[in-house]
């Protein structure tokens, strides 16, 4: 859709601990919510996502969860580690169009 | 590595220049997206080609334009640049035409204008 809020905008976590990051979405007609991951200097890759026909995905360490009543979805990472220290961008896909990234939230794991 | 090249990898040029950014997709891959990625933003979506033509355009200035050729590989011509248009520039290649697949991500170029 046209607007994806994305929060928090940083977030520091101790190694071990879990972390959420929460995006929300306009269009309820969205059907596609990727995560991308960039680590610093280098490219975003898809780290997860999650089609609306579904609630909740995992992926190892990694969940997505989505509402969409509520028309936001998020990232959990539990058991954090340092390489996970990143930039984080949610995304949602509204039609076929194209995909709308959030501002980012900026990880930091706490050795 | 994503098997998606982009060049140059720097570009700093003056206000007022034009400059022609290049991506080639990974191989098997039809459509090629762009993205600007500025100081502190988020990705913004450019334009989108899928087997040579255009199928969907973002927040693109006119100043801006792209296009894809027979091998697939894409350019993006940016002209009469502003200060503002400072940022890196990604391309990212998927198999399908649909935004809702994998978009496979090239290293970005990084455009400076003084």
């Known amino acids: 859709g046209e607007n994806v809020e994305q929060h928090p905008s940083t977030l520091s976590v101790q190694e071990g601990d879990s972390a959420v990051i929460k995006c929300t979405y306009s269009?309820?007609?969205?059907?596609?919510f990727p995560w991308y991951k960039q680590e610093l200097g280098k490219r975003p890759q898809l780290i997860i996502d999650i089609r609306s026909n579904v609630g909740e995905k995992k992926d190892q360490r990694i969940a997505v969860t989505l509402n969409k009543t509520a028309k936001h979805f998020s990232l959990h990472i539990t058991e954090t580690q340092p390489e996970d220290s990143a930039v984080y961008f949610c995304?949602?896909?509204?039609?076929?169009?194209?995909?709308?990234f959030g501002t980012g939230t900026r990880l930091t794991i706490i050795p | 590595d994503s098997g998606v090249t982009q060049t140059p990898k720097h570009l700093i040029t003056a206000t007022g220049q034009r400059v022609t950014l290049r991506c080639s997709p990974r191989?098997?891959?039809?459509?090629v997206y762009w993205y600007q990625q500025s100081l502190d933003q988020g990705l913004q979506f450019l334009i989108q080609?899928?087997?040579?033509?255009?199928?969907a355009k973002g927040n693109i200035l006119e100043r801006f334009s792209a296009q894809q050729f027979p091998d697939l590989h894409s350019e993006l011509n940016l002209s009469s640049l502003e200060l503002g248009d400072s940022a890196l520039y990604f391309c990212?290649?998927?198999?399908?035409?649909?935004?809702?697949?994998?978009?496979?991500f090239g290293p970005g170029t990084r455009l400076t204008v003084l």
């Open positions: 269009d309820s007609a969205s059907n596609y």
């Open positions: 191989s098997g891959d039809l459509s």
């Open positions: 990212a290649s998927s198999p399908l035409a649909a935004p809702y697949n994998e978009q496979f």
């Open positions: 080609y899928y087997n040579g033509e255009e199928r």
């Open positions: 995304a949602d896909c509204f039609g076929n169009e194209k995909l709308t």
